[in-house]
């Protein structure tokens, strides 16, 4: 190769050269880096505990229903005429529960039912009964001896007149309604009007109290027990107090308990005894408790596993938990008024 030749390819080799050094000087300062994501910023949030109160309590329907402790029969035929009293009024003995055929029925006690005419001469525990009535009234001062004597005819007759029947002294079937325990609480069968016949309904004796009973889904039943308190929302306004009993489910998947306790007591007069009363009951599932109340989601977990709420400052306060209940908590350990952190909000 001539001089030339060698020449001139020296120096395209150190032009190449002198390129790749200023192309790789270039890159080594010029270095692209991936654009930065921008860094989201929350406000910090807080939370002032103040003075209240949690708990929780679940609202509950409630069924109330008069039961029927004995059908009693008519011991005659003939067609009601009248009827005093509305039904399920308490009657004492002595009193007229209707009229049949315009003759006065009377309410009495006694287990034994009236099945025949009684009359002077007649023995057994049907004329003891008549004659309890009788004493009961005033109408007879001697003994209840089951003994149909002259006695029992004079202090019949004296009954007879005062309740507006013929006084012959002889009590027909249809005349006496033995009832069992009185008072007792009675609800005349047929209407006014109405024709009965001799074996056919005539009065139901009910239960002294009515049955209470409470309906709920399978979700609400499993925070329930046995024995919890129920208030139930009375007519009137009033708070009748129980407790709720064992659960059974029904066909439908449902869950009933039946309610004790002292209810309804003495206004229990206030329920209708025909069909059934709706009506409500609360049972609180979390009892109401007072005190310093914060959000459940600023307490946090020390190590020690002792709950802590974080304060303003950044530091954390030792605090023990007394209730919890949608979401918020009341602990002890911590002044009202103070300032507490609240954890941020993840990024979006």
Same mark, same amino acid.
């Given at each position: 190769m001539?001089d030339?030749r060698r020449?001139?390819?020296?120096?395209?080799?150190?032009?190449i050269?002198?390129?790749v050094a200023?192309?790789?000087?270039?890159?080594g =300062?010029n *270095?692209?880096?991936?654009?930065?994501?921008p860094?989201?910023?929350?406000a910090t949030?807080?939370?002032t505990?103040?003075?209240?109160?949690?708990?929780?309590? &679940?609202r509950?329907p409630? $069924?109330?229903?008069?039961p029927t402790?004995?059908?009693l029969?008519a011991a005659?035929d003939?067609?009601v005429?009248s009827?005093?009293?509305?039904?399920?009024?308490?009657l #004492?003995a002595?009193?007229?529960?209707?009229?049949i055929?315009l003759?006065?029925?009377?309410?009495a006690a006694? /287990?034994v039912p009236?099945?025949r005419t009684?009359?002077k001469?007649d023995?057994?525990?049907?004329v003891?009964?008549?004659?309890?009535?009788?004493?009961?009234l005033g109408?007879?001062?001697?003994p209840a001896?089951g003994?149909?004597?002259?006695?029992?005819?004079?202090?019949?007759?004296?009954?007879q007149?005062s309740?507006?029947?013929v006084?012959?002294?002889v009590? &027909?079937?249809g005349?006496?309604?033995?009832?069992?325990?009185v008072p007792?609480?009675?609800v005349?069968v047929?209407g *006014?009007? #109405?024709?009965v016949?001799?074996?056919?309904?005539?009065?139901?004796?009910?239960?002294?109290?009515?049955t209470?009973t409470a309906?709920?889904?399978?979700s609400?039943?499993?925070?329930l027990?046995t024995g919890m /308190?129920?208030v139930?929302?009375?007519?009137?306004?009033?708070?009748w107090?129980?407790?709720?009993? =064992?659960?059974e489910?029904s066909?439908?998947?449902r869950y009933r308990?039946?309610?004790?306790?002292?209810?309804?007591?003495?206004?229990?007069?206030?329920?209708p005894v025909?069909?059934?009363?709706?009506l409500?009951g609360s049972?609180?599932?979390?009892?109401t408790t $007072?005190?310093?109340?914060?959000p459940?989601s #600023?307490?946090?977990?020390?190590? $020690?596993g002792?709950p /802590?709420?974080?304060l303003?400052?950044?530091t954390?306060?030792p605090?023990? *938990?007394?209730?919890?209940?949608?979401?918020f908590?009341?602990?002890?350990?911590?002044?009202?008024?103070? *300032?507490i952190?609240?954890? $941020?909000?993840?990024?979006?």
């Amino acid at each position: 190769m001539s001089d030339r030749r060698r020449i001139a390819s020296m120096l395209t080799a150190a032009a190449i050269l002198g390129g790749v050094a200023v192309a790789g000087y270039w890159a080594g =300062t010029n *270095v692209v880096a991936p654009p930065a994501l921008p860094v989201a910023e929350h406000a910090t949030q807080t939370y002032t505990a103040e003075v209240g109160s949690v708990g929780r309590s &679940d609202r509950l329907p409630v $069924s109330v229903v008069w039961p029927t402790a004995r059908t009693l029969f008519a011991a005659s035929d003939g067609v009601v005429t009248s009827i005093p009293y509305p039904p399920g009024a308490q009657l #004492a003995a002595g009193d007229v529960i209707a009229t049949i055929d315009l003759h006065p029925v009377v309410v009495a006690a006694g /287990a034994v039912p009236m099945f025949r005419t009684l009359r002077k001469g007649d023995e057994g525990p049907d004329v003891e009964q008549l004659q309890g009535l009788l004493r009961a009234l005033g109408f007879l001062a001697g003994p209840a001896d089951g003994r149909f004597g002259e006695a029992t005819v004079d202090a019949t007759k004296r009954w007879q007149r005062s309740v507006g029947s013929v006084a012959t002294g002889v009590v &027909d079937p249809g005349a006496l309604l033995f009832v069992g325990q009185v008072p007792a609480r009675l609800v005349v069968v047929p209407g *006014v009007g #109405a024709r009965v016949g001799a074996g056919s309904e005539l009065v139901q004796v009910l239960a002294d109290r009515p049955t209470f009973t409470a309906t709920v889904s399978p979700s609400t039943r499993a925070e329930l027990q046995t024995g919890m /308190a129920i208030v139930i929302e009375a007519p009137g306004g009033d708070a009748w107090r129980g407790s709720l009993g =064992t659960f059974e489910v029904s066909d439908d998947g449902r869950y009933r308990a039946t309610i004790t306790g002292t209810l309804c007591g003495r206004r229990c007069d206030s329920l209708p005894v025909a069909g059934e009363t709706a009506l409500t009951g609360s049972v609180e599932i979390i009892p109401t408790t $007072s005190g310093v109340v914060v959000p459940v989601s #600023a307490l946090v977990q020390q190590p $020690s596993g002792r709950p /802590a709420v974080t304060l303003s400052d950044g530091t954390t306060r030792p605090v023990r *938990v007394l209730a919890e209940a949608d979401g918020f908590a009341v602990v002890d350990g911590l002044p009202a008024g103070t *300032v507490i952190l609240l954890p $941020s909000p993840p990024a979006p």
